[in-house]
């Protein structure tokens, strides 16, 4: 068995002695979705949360995780965050202000503490997976610690992916 490289979340969750499992998967640099994580790690994607990293006008930076298979509705994530609007945080602002790439963004362990807000669904499961904070790694964890952990606040901030 291989020594894991642990990660800014995962030194964190072990100080607070916060129990998770670790899912691996075989990152693909083509397709970082998490709809891809979900299937690689075989759980559904109403389970599998996606870290984004928000910019609003009056309170800087956020953090939302949502469901893998769902987008975020920047109107209502505006609303929810307490901005007049709100923007993605580009790529290449990322590693500089949280720590993390694209495809291995966590809601713990950055650079700063943001305001973090988690979609409501969260807690309708035991057990969901975010970003350890490297790409091919995710934390299973039970959602109702990791907002007690980030402080995160609970939101309705998403809309279905139309295809």
Excluded: W
């Excluded at 490289?5 to 998490?34: F, H, V």
């Excluded at 891809?36 to 939302?64: S, W, Y």
């Excluded at 997976?129 to 980030?150: A, C, E, H, W």
């Amino acid at each position: 068995m291989s020594k894991i490289q642990k990660t800014n979340a995962m030194r964190q969750l072990d100080a607070a002695k916060i129990p998770y499992e670790i899912m691996d998967y075989i990152p693909d640099e083509s397709d970082l979705s998490g709809v891809h994580i979900a299937e690689q790690i075989g759980l559904p994607c109403e389970q599998v949360f996606k870290t984004l990293v928000t910019r609003g006008d009056k309170n800087g930076i956020n953090v939302i995780c949502i469901p893998a298979h769902l987008e975020i509705d920047l109107k209502a994530a505006a609303q929810a965050t307490g901005n007049k609007s709100l923007s993605m945080l580009p790529t290449s602002e990322l590693l500089a202000n949280t720590g993390y790439i694209r495809g291995g963004c966590s809601p713990i362990g950055m650079k700063k503490k943001y305001p973090t807000y988690i979609d409501e669904s969260a807690v309708n499961y035991g057990k969901i997976t975010v970003s350890s904070g490297t790409r091919g790694m995710q934390l299973l964890l039970d959602p109702n610690t990791l907002i007690k952990f980030t402080g995160a606040k609970l939101c309705s901030v998403t809309v279905k992916i139309e295809k």
